[in-house]
């Protein structure tokens, strides 16, 4: 079992960048695909950014392709998200997420943190 604490959340201007981590308890962090999510006000959670155990798979949603960038440090059981050029649209509470299944891309996730809000003023 993994407990998840997400930061780096905050206030922003549009065009500006904000790095949120995640960090996770635990020995076995290295054995966790990691997710992060976004669920705006009024909207279903979705899917932003995903990695594999070792850093060296990651996908991303359409709408942040190029703009945010999913890296993991195993040693410091954390993983981060970059997030560039913001825009008011990526207003959101931001969840780290982990599987442990062994599959990847994760079928779903087991474990999340408990979010971070990210506003971002136009």
């Known amino acids: 079992q993994v407990q998840l604490v997400e930061s780096g959340g905050g206030l922003v201007q549009a065009g500006g960048s904000l790095r949120l981590s995640c960090a996770g308890s635990?020995?076995?962090?290295?054995?966790?695909?990691m997710g992060w999510f976004r669920q705006a006000p009024g909207k279903e959670r979705e899917f932003v950014a995903r990695?594999?155990?070792?850093?060296?798979?990651?996908s991303y949603a359409d709408s942040v392709k190029g703009r945010f960038f999913i890296s993991r440090d195993n040693a410091k059981n954390t993983v981060y998200l970059q997030m560039n050029s913001l825009k008011p649209e990526d207003t959101a509470v931001y969840y780290c997420?982990?599987?442990?299944?062994?599959?990847?891309?994760?079928?779903?996730?087991?474990?999340w943190g408990q979010g971070t809000q990210v506003t971002v003023s136009s």
């Open positions: 635990g020995r076995t962090f290295s054995s966790y695909a």
């Open positions: 990695i594999n155990w070792g850093g060296s798979s990651t």
């Open positions: 997420a982990a599987d442990d299944s062994g599959r990847y891309p994760p079928p779903d996730y087991d474990y």
